[in-house]
């Protein structure tokens, strides 16, 4: 299994292009089940995930060609309705068929969801709202069946939380409902946003996304389109942290900066020197950073998908500070590995409590999961000497070129097989 050794020490230096957004991609191609006709997705990275989605897709029926970051999706034969255990365990988002499978094919037969270790992570929110649009649910043999023989029927969905991947589904589901249908209580992230406006390219009548009320008049045929995917603010806000940590002075490309404000805002209020151009990010480090707690939200709060990295920035921050993780539960597997590296922290409920200043030294370390894996690679490029990171395959699940990107920065990081 692959690893990757990171010398730490290095300031990084210079300007890395942000790819194009993993968690926009995801649903944006499943949208491609909607429609017969050929749809472009451009923009999309060059990931585990996407390869895993891609399979699936060409699984369930569709025709798929991929030159560099551009994807071209037909159709083939007829579509399947099952998908299976083998396709479904190695990603969570592979729930996202429910949507367009049921809306198309009036059936449904999904393996229960795997993919990344954060907590429980149940589905319950996508099976009320699939329940509301009027399919019959059967949970049996680990798979959810779902049945709307006579077709979905438009709705009032309120959501108990605004669960990003519950939005995603219904909205893949309504648009080909009979009559309108309206969510309440939506996640507003700009992934949502980004997949409305695909969805509308391709014919649906969405209006509200990016907002907590969501309308959707359901419309008879979905057709081709062409879209590019907004890029990745996580990754964008992993670099940003990254510098941070380095005490660098970089600049992101092909970035939206109000998709990572409250990120943004962290790092100024810390000490960064932070300035933004038309699509691009300048941060440079310029004093001994002040340490920050912050407490994760759905957007536009400070994302969960930062919190790790985050983590990592202030355990080698001057002072004490608190890290609230309030989207998910269990999501604190970096803790023990970045106290190999020697920072101070201890969790407590949904608190880790970091005690700051702490020079991390090199060590072996695992990652666990995504994020949890870019903490470990930052604490690794602020550590003194050498450290070695194993079961990398998380990390190429959600970071395009990841060393490649940070050994242009200045780092001094490898893979080895
Ligand atoms: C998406 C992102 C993930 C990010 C998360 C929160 C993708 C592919 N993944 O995940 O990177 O961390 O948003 O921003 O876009 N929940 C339920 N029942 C449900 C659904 C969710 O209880 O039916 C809970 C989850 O357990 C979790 C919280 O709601 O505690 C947030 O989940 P959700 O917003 O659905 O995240 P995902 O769509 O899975």
New binding site residues.
């Given amino acids: 299994m692959d690893k990757i050794i990171i010398k730490g020490g290095k300031k990084l230096k210079g300007k890395v292009g942000i790819s194009g957004s ?2 926009s991609a ?2 944006i191609l499943f949208a491609s089940l909607l429609t017969d006709e050929p749809v472009v997705i451009n923009n999309v990275p060059n990931l585990a ?1 996407i390869n895993t989605t891609l399979a699936f897709l060409n699984f369930i029926g569709k025709k798929i060609i991929k030159k560099a970051n551009s994807v071209k999706i037909l159709s083939s034969l007829d579509y399947k309705h099952i998908a299976p255990y083998d396709l479904v365990r190695k990603m ?2 592979s729930v996202l068929i429910m949507g367009p499978l049921l809306a198309r094919l009036k059936k449904v037969d999904v393996s229960l969801p795997g993919g ?1 270790a954060i ?9 009320e709202a699939f329940k509301k649009l009027g399919a019959k649910i059967e949970v049996s043999g680990g798979y959810v069946k779902m049945r709307a023989e006579n077709g979905l029927m438009g709705a009032e969905i309120k959501l108990r ?6 939005t ?1 589904n219904i909205l893949l589901a309504a648009v080909l409902a009979k009559g309108k249908s309206k969510i309440i209580n939506a ?1 507003k ?1 700009p ?1 949502i946003e980004d997949l409305a406006n695909f969805l509308n390219k391709m014919g649906a009548k969405i209006k509200g996304a990016g907002t907590k009320t969501i309308i959707i008049e359901g419309v008879e045929k979905m057709h081709g389109a062409i879209h590019n995917v907004i890029p990745d603010r ?1 990754e964008a806000a992993t670099y940003l942290i990254a510098a941070a940590i380095t005490k660098g002075d970089i600049i992101l490309e092909n970035v939206i900066a109000d998709h990572i404000r409250a990120v943004i805002e962290k790092l100024k209020k810390s000490g960064m020197h932070i300035k933004e151009y038309k699509s691009k990010i300048h941060i440079k480090w310029i004093k001994k950073l002040k340490t920050q707690n912050i407490s994760t939200e ?2 536009p709060g400070y ?3 930062a919190q790790a990295q985050w983590t990592a920035l202030m355990s080698v921050t001057d002072g004490k500070s608190t890290v609230k993780e309030n ?3 269990n999501r604190f597997m970096h803790i023990p590995e970045l106290q190999r590296f020697g920072a101070d922290l201890i969790i407590d409920g949904k608190n880790v409590y970091i005690k700051g200043a702490k020079k991390l030294s090199g060590a072996p370390a695992m990652v666990s999961d ?1 994020r949890a894996g870019a903490a470990l690679v930052l604490a690794g490029l602020a550590a003194e000497g050498e450290s070695i990171i194993s079961r990398i395959y998380h990390l190429d699940r959600g970071y395009e070129l990841l060393e490649k990107k940070f050994k242009k920065l200045g780092a001094d990081i490898k893979r080895i097989s």
């Fill in positions: 993993k968690n995801l649903p995930d969570r988002a990344c907590g429980a992570r149940p589905i319950d929110i996508h099976l939380f605004p669960s990003v991947g519950a995603e996640a992230e992934e996580i759905v957007y994302p969960t998908d989207v998910f539960e995504l």
